[in-house]
């Protein structure tokens, strides 16, 4: 986690958007916490130390504080890699295999708070910016957007089962977006050039993961110890277009519409995430149907809080899957 | 005249009346020296006889013109004169006068009536029907309306106890034990009533305060309709409406203070100030009770606060203070809990919801089925149970696992068992459970009318009722 400034800004920004609330700085604390679990090689190196800091700080307050960020009240922007184990390269004469360069893609998250578009506003306060129009922190949200190619959207069924305004707060920047990109002829192929990742959040919540089972969505992984429930990538649309039909305003629905319109089906993919995971006892140390809650209910005037060790799901996968897209057009790109 | 003919004319009549059907009439007709009188005779509704006369003058019957210068009319008014009811009645003809006019006058009613007796009467008609009148046996059975209450139940049952049977005659004594309870502000009435067919019909109405206690009642036929009650206060006619009377007749007796065991959970966690009004009411619940049934009254005690959900912070199970003690020893117990305030606090005890479902399983289990004494369960608290598993509620599940909804529905079907609540909440924001709880009576912790509340629990001792009638003493 050194900040790295001699190999420069990555340029592959990934940008990360969603309602007040929706989970986007958790999900950035939880990334640190998911890497180091998964055990795959993969680490990610600040590049400065203001993006280091930030990753220790919140990942601190997640592990030993077990207590949820604060609503972000500015926009912060942070640029880290996401560095890969180095492949081996093995030739036929060579004993010794050499490394050789490891995967680097560059992420540039920008922890922005949530309401900068929607009407709605975060229960809990937060900025209030009714439309934000004249906010220099939507321009620059917008230009991050732009000089993006990767989206980490983020969907909160708990926001949609009680405010339904997930639409309300992806509409507006999707549509600005449109005119900047179809401004800079980069409208191709009639959509959108992102990719974007859609994460329904709180994936952990009782009421989500009981969608998720009453559907027959659920599945594990073999090679899971603790065999938590997880939805196939595949079946993460079909989970995301059932929460939408619970939603409070019934709009939701209209959200599955846009993100067709906009972008390319094979650059969208759906992906159902929990920046803690479920609670699983220390001593059985299997997923419990009957008791897998790791939020704790917040007590007045406190933040939410978790209650057991983090098992972070799919928090890792959505920036690899837009990591590898981005640097495979990259490297394609780089051929041609 | 000699004395046999006296008793023969008044056995004619007496047994004439006998034979009087309920609906029939019997015309008596004395032909005197003075004039004719007309005696009507009926039973009432009670079977009891009744009678009625009408006499005319021989100047009344001459009319104007005199007895001979027109006896057609002289006949035509004798013979109106006995026809005193429309319908053909049975006729007794008494001649009691060997007055010319009376000849006369009997051969024309003799000729209209052929039917009739015919009885020599000498001493004044008048007397002997009283007398015959007087001596009827009864034609229907007697009964004095008493109160029988069911020995498991108490549920109260108005009868009739047989005083005199058909036939009875004045004089006829009989021997009732009556039990008179807390009489109301009218006394207690002694109602006898008569019986045709299916329903009773009130013959007479008395009442008198009658003081708590039994009563050796001698019931003594006075003649037909009239019964003296000896052994009893002096009555006094009672003119109240029958069917307010009746009405006015509660369920069943009072319970008798049988003993009960008060068992209280009270919650204690959270502020110190809400678990120390918690627990003051349930002192105030536990003394009120215990002078009402005094040494009839068990109590159990058992204080329940948060579960933990950080297994580095210590769990603090539901804590049995006292179990099926005398009140002194819960009050005592109860004493330690208010000293000792709110056991769980914040982080990391739920902030939300209490161990209410291991404090069910805590009362259930001790209980069992096989204490036969009644127990109120009563619950202090607010805060909703944990669920047996993660739900919606999105409060953790029991560690224990243990499941209100059953644990909750084995208390409300255990025999005996009456659930009654003080919740923080009004009702209508209180969890389902404490409506189940509270299922006879639920109270807010802000507003608990204790008396009220133990009143409904059973706890009181069981005030007077009013009976307006006595009780059949069948110890007798
Ligand atoms: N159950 C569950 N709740 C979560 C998770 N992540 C976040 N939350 C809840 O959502 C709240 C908001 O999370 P944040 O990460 O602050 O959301 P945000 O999108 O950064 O919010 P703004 O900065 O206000 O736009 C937290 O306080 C938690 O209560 C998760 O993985 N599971
Ligand atoms: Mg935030």
Redesign the interface.
């Known amino acids: 986690m050194q900040p790295d400034p001699s190999r420069g800004r990555p340029d592959h920004d990934i940008a990360m958007w969603g309602a007040p609330g929706s989970g986007k700085t958790t999900l950035l604390a939880a990334l640190y916490i998911a890497l180091t679990k998964s055990g795959n090689g993969w680490k990610i190196v600040g590049s400065d130390p203001a993006s280091s800091d930030y990753l220790v700080e919140r990942t601190k307050d997640l592990l030993q504080g077990k207590v949820f960020p604060e609503a972000s009240m500015a926009l912060e922007r942070y640029h880290w890699s996401l560095i890969g184990p180095p492949p081996r390269k093995t030739g036929f004469w060579n004993r010794k295999a050499k490394p050789g360069q490891p995967p680097r893609i560059g992420i540039g998250m920008i922890d922005a708070p949530g309401g900068l578009f929607g009407a709605g506003q975060r229960p809990a306060g937060g900025p209030s910016p009714q439309d934000g129009s004249g906010d220099p922190r939507r321009q620059e949200l917008l230009d991050n957007l732009e000089h993006s190619r990767g989206i980490v959207f983020l969907f909160d069924p708990i926001r949609e089962f009680t405010y339904g305004d997930a639409f309300d707060h992806m509409y507006p920047p999707l549509t600005r977006l449109a005119e900047r990109m179809l401004a800079a002829g980069e409208f191709t192929d009639g959509k959108l050039p992102h990719h974007i990742a859609v994460c329904v959040t709180k994936f952990d919540?009782?009421?989500v993961l009981?969608t998720a089972e009453a559907r027959g969505l659920l599945t594990t992984d073999d090679d899971d110890p603790y065999r938590l429930p997880r939805v196939a990538g595949d079946d993460a649309r079909e989970l995301f277009h059932e929460l939408c039909q619970v939603s409070a305003t019934g709009s939701a629905d209209m959200v599955l519409e846009t993100l067709d319109q906009y972008f390319h089906p094979d650059r969208i993919r759906f992906f159902a995430t929990s920046s803690i995971g479920f609670y699983v006892d220390?001593r059985a140390r299997r997923f419990d149907?009957?008791?897998?809650?790791n939020?704790?209910?917040?007590?007045?005037d406190e933040d939410s809080?978790i209650?057991g060790q983090l098992h972070p799901i799919n928090v890792v996968e959505p920036l690899l899957w837009l990591g590898q897209r981005l640097a495979a057009i990259r490297s394609a790109k780089g051929v041609s | 005249m000699p004395e046999p003919d006296r008793d023969l004319t008044r056995k004619a009549i007496a047994q004439a009346l006998a034979g009087l059907a309920d609906t029939g009439h019997l015309t008596v007709v004395e032909v005197a020296a003075d004039g004719v009188t007309t005696f009507l005779l009926h039973r009432d509704g009670n079977g009891r006889p009744r009678g009625r006369s009408w006499p005319a003058t021989w100047p009344d019957l001459a009319g104007e013109h005199g007895w001979d210068a027109d006896p057609a009319a002289a006949r035509e008014a004798v013979l109106r004169a006995a026809r005193v009811h429309p319908s053909p009645a049975d006729v007794i003809l008494v001649a009691a006068s060997a007055d010319p006019r009376a000849e006369r006058a009997l051969d024309w009613l003799r000729a209209a009536h052929p039917a009739a007796q015919m009885l020599r009467g000498d001493a004044p008609t008048a007397a002997l029907i009283r007398e015959v009148m007087a001596d009827d046996p009864l034609t229907r059975p007697y009964e004095l309306v008493v109160l029988l209450a069911d020995p498991g139940t108490g549920g109260l049952r108005l009868t009739g106890r047989r005083l005199f049977p058909i036939g009875s005659r004045p004089g006829a004594r009989t021997r009732v034990a009556l039990r008179c309870t807390e009489p109301g502000a009218h006394g207690t009435a002694l109602a006898v009533v008569t019986w045709q067919g299916p329903e009773p019909r009130l013959l007479s109405l008395q009442s008198a305060p009658l003081a708590p206690g039994r009563y050796d009642v001698t019931a003594e036929l006075v003649r037909p309709g009239r019964v003296r009650f000896t052994g009893l206060p002096a009555l006094s006619p009672d003119h109240r409406d029958w069917e307010r009377l009746v009405g006015s007749l509660p369920d069943r007796l009072p319970g008798r203070a049988g003993p009960a065991h008060l068992v209280c959970a009270v919650e204690i966690c959270g502020a110190d100030d809400q678990v120390a009004e918690r627990l003051s009411r349930a002192r105030q619940m536990i003394s009120f009770a215990s002078g009402e049934l005094g040494d009839l009254l068990r109590v159990s005690l058992l204080a329940y606060a948060a579960h933990s959900f950080d297994p580095s912070a210590p769990e603090h199970p539901v804590r049995v203070a006292a179990w099926n003690a005398d009140a002194g020893e819960a009050l005592d117990a109860l004493g330690e809990l208010e000293e000792q305030g709110a056991v769980t606090r914040g982080y990391p005890y739920h902030p939300q919801a209490a161990q209410l479902e291991d404090a069910l399983a805590a009362v259930a289990g001790r209980l069992g089925h096989t204490d036969p004494a009644p127990a109120v369960v009563l619950t202090v608290g607010g805060r909703p149970p944990h669920p047996p598993r993660t739900d919606r509620s999105r409060i953790l599940p029991c560690p224990r696992r243990h499941d209100w909804r059953k644990l909750v529905a084995v208390l409300r079907q255990r025999p005996g068992t009456t659930l009654g609540a003080i919740c923080d909440h009004a009702a209508g924001q209180a969890h389902p459970l404490w409506h189940e709880l509270g299922a006879t009576a639920l109270a807010h912790l802000e507003a608990v009318d204790v008396r009220g509340l133990a009143a409904d629990l059973g706890l009181t001792a069981p005030s007077p009722v009013h009976l307006p009638f006595p009780l059949l003493d069948e110890t007798e």
């Open positions: 919540d009782p009421r009981e220390r149907w009957d008791d897998f809650q939020m704790l209910p917040e007590e007045v809080r209650r």
